[in-house]
Structure formats: C-alpha cells, structure tokens
C-alpha cells in the first residue's frame, strides 16, 4: 500500500511537468499513431479548397476518403507512429477521420494550396487507378499505364521509394489553373497517399519543401517508452517486441493446419494472423495473413504493392496479371506470385511469395516474405497451407 501512495503522489507531481515538457515540443515536431478505426468516414460539403473529396472514379475496392474535422482517433502502444517537421511557411490544421496531418499554405494574392496525408490498410486500387482518379479532379482525361510511366517522378517518403505525379489541370470552381503533386507510396500493409492540391504557381514553388518534408518523415513501429524517473520501480518489459506483446487472437481466422516449425506470433493491425519461420544462422521468414472485401482491389494492384515492397518498379495492370500463376486450392482458384529483390526496410536480398484468395464477398491475402533460403525451403509448405485452408 506504501509503494502505490508513493507511486500515485509521483505520478501526481510529474503530470504537469511532462505536460510542459510535450507543449514546448509540439510546435516543431509533430507524432500521429496510425489507428485501426480509420474506415469509418462521413460526408461533408465540398470546401473551396479540394480536398479528398467523394469521387465517383474511385477505383474498385477503394475507400471513401471523405471526411469531416475531427481530432486523431488515440491509438494503443502496439500501434505505428509517423513523426513529421512542418516546414516553415507551412500552418498546420485538424486532421480528420481519413487523414492522419493537414497543412495549408498561403501565397500572395489569396492563393493558397492544401497538403494532406492519407493512409489506407490493405489494397487501395492501382497506381493507374489513383492517378487517374487525380486526373479526374481536374478534368483531367484518363493516361494508359504506358503513359503514366513516363511521369512517374521516383522521390523518398520516410527512408523508403515513392512515387510522385505531377498533374496540372483548369480549376473547376475558379478562374486560373490548379495542380495536384501526388505521392503514393506502397508501405507493408499500408498504402500512403501525400496530395499537396491548390494554386498551380503556388504548388510549384511549394514542391521542393514538399520532396524534403515527405524525406524527413519517420515511420516507427511502435511509440518509444519514456524514461522513467530515478528509483521509478520498472513497468515489465519496456523492450518488449510487438510481436511477442499481449495474447494471441484466432478470432476471425479460417479452419488451417499450421504447418510444423511455423511459430504464431501475435498479429500486427489490420492482419488476420501471423507466423514466422526460423532459418540457419538466424535467418528468419514471415507469413502475413489479411483479407479484404470485395476483390481488394485485385490483383494487378496487389501484385504491384508487393514489389514496391521489394524496390521493383511497378508493372502495368496486364503484365502484372500475366506474373501470376493460377493454383488449386480448396474453395477454388487463386493466384500466386512469386519475386526477389530487397527490402526497403532493412536492405537486403528479399524474397516474397504472395497469394490472392477471392471469395464470394471477401479476398484472403497470404504473403510470405524474409530471407530468400528460408522462403525457398519453405515454398512448397507454404503453398499447402494455403491449398488447405477452408473458409
């Protein structure tokens, strides 16, 4: 009883401290914990700024991106973090349901242009598609997979490749023209979109501190633990790993047999279930589980996101169809990749084989993905998990 009164009146007196200690900070540095109920958006009226607005060229399996103002969800300590600095000239304003951080600018004249950040779980539609559907804004005609290529500028959001279009176009609500820089980013099991929309001279002049806000970005898995104060009695394990942290839920999982040596392993946000695989020398594998509604955004989509996972160039719609094989599984047909390159978060030779599962309402996803002699040995184990599995 000693013990927690003393903890309790140090908790008491260090509040206001860390409270100063955070308010002195926030106007530099800014933290967003990525939350899992972020696919709820509501409409809104259309402002004078575009934002990401309600479009009816959303490709399939895309979700609305509309969104009212609202504070960001609070998120749990096993949830990512993405930390920014705003640049100077740049005021920062309340995010919403769908976008994680909102800037605008103003230019002379009243011109002004808006930046958002928008992160969407799972499969997003094509690069094609999104492009295209920032084309649309601003009357814009649809460009072939071809074209797009062509304009593709290669640019680094957060240590990783990304990709950014820069589309021009009339403003449809005024006189003068209106530009939209794009950056789309395929990021593990998320898929990032950095839109900076406005005045068309404004966001070319805003462009390079755009590139450079977008390089200084960090990604952290989980939220750093604050130090605690001298003779503070220790609160478990701080160095925890996220995969080990809090039991392991089998809830929303298929009738499978895990095969021998895969070890289950708490799964991450929007994943149904993971397992890793030991390999010689401490190589290790992993298997990602997640599925998705409808068709998820197919299979061109899914299949370019696994690349950009592995620093390859994205393929158009039709090459990415023909880079899968057709297998046999238990409640049908699906479609499996299998690729090499290196991952973008460690650096080296990466090997991933994916597998798409369509259903009658729903798309199973299984990615196993690590050091290319374990993916290699493990193949045909793989492969059979998946065969096996009844929904």
């Known amino acids: 009883m000693k013990k927690r009164g003393i903890a309790r009146r140090l908790a008491i007196v260090l509040a206001p401290l860390l409270l100063l200690v955070i308010g002195c900070q926030r106007e530099q540095i800014k933290v967003y914990r990525v939350a899992k109920d972020q696919n709820q958006p509501q409409p809104q ?23 009212v103002p609202t504070t960001s969800t609070p998120a749990t300590s096993s949830q990512p973090q993405l930390t920014w600095t705003t640049p100077a000239g ?119 501190a755009f590139i450079a806000f977008l390089k200084l970005l960090k990604f952290t898995e989980a939220p750093a633990q604050a130090e605690l104060p001298p003779g503070h009695p220790a609160i478990g394990d701080m160095n925890a790993s996220a995969a080990t942290a809090g039991p392991i839920s089998h809830e929303g999982q298929p009738n499978w047999t895990i095969p021998a040596g895969w070890q289950e392993v708490a799964a991450g946000q929007f994943l149904v279930a993971k397992f890793t695989i030991a390999g010689e020398g401490g190589a290790t594998a992993a298997v990602n589980v997640s599925q998705s509604a409808g068709e998820g955004g197919g299979v061109a989509a899914n299949v370019n996101r696994w690349r950009g996972q592995l620093g390859l160039a994205p393929l158009s719609d039709d090459d990415a169809s023909k880079s899968v094989m057709v297998i046999d599984v238990a409640s049908g047909k699906a479609s499996l990749v299998d690729m090499s390159g290196t991952d973008a978060r460690t650096g080296q030779p990466t090997r991933l084989v994916g597998v798409i599962v369509p259903q009658s309402n729903q798309t199973w996803f299984y990615k196993f993905m690590g050091d290319t002699q374990v993916v290699e040995s493990q193949k045909t184990m793989f492969t059979q998990f998946v065969q096996g599995v009844k929904y």
Do not use: C
Not at 51 to 62: I, K, M, Q, R, Y
Not at 118 to 125: K, S, T, W
């Open 45 to 67: 009226t259309a402002p004078a700024l575009p934002t990401d607005s309600p479009n009816p060229g959303l490709p399939p399996g895309h979700p609305d991106i509309s969104s």
């Open 90 to 208: 740049w005021t920062e304003v309340p995010p919403s349901q769908m976008r994680v951080a909102s800037f605008k600018v103003q230019g002379a004249g009243g011109k002004q242009v808006d930046v958002s950040i928008v992160p969407l779980p799972g499969m997003a539609g094509s690069d094609e598609a999104n492009v295209n559907r920032w084309r649309g804004q601003l009357g814009q005609p649809p460009v072939s997979p071809e074209e797009l290529q062509k304009t593709v500028e290669n640019v680094e959001a957060g240590g990783q490749p990304a990709q950014l279009y820069d589309i021009p176009g009339p403003n449809p609500s005024a006189d003068g023209t209106m530009r939209i820089v794009g950056v789309i980013q395929h990021r593990a099991d998320m898929e990032w979109f950095f839109k900076m929309t406005g005045d068309a001279d404004l966001a070319e002049q805003q462009k390079p």
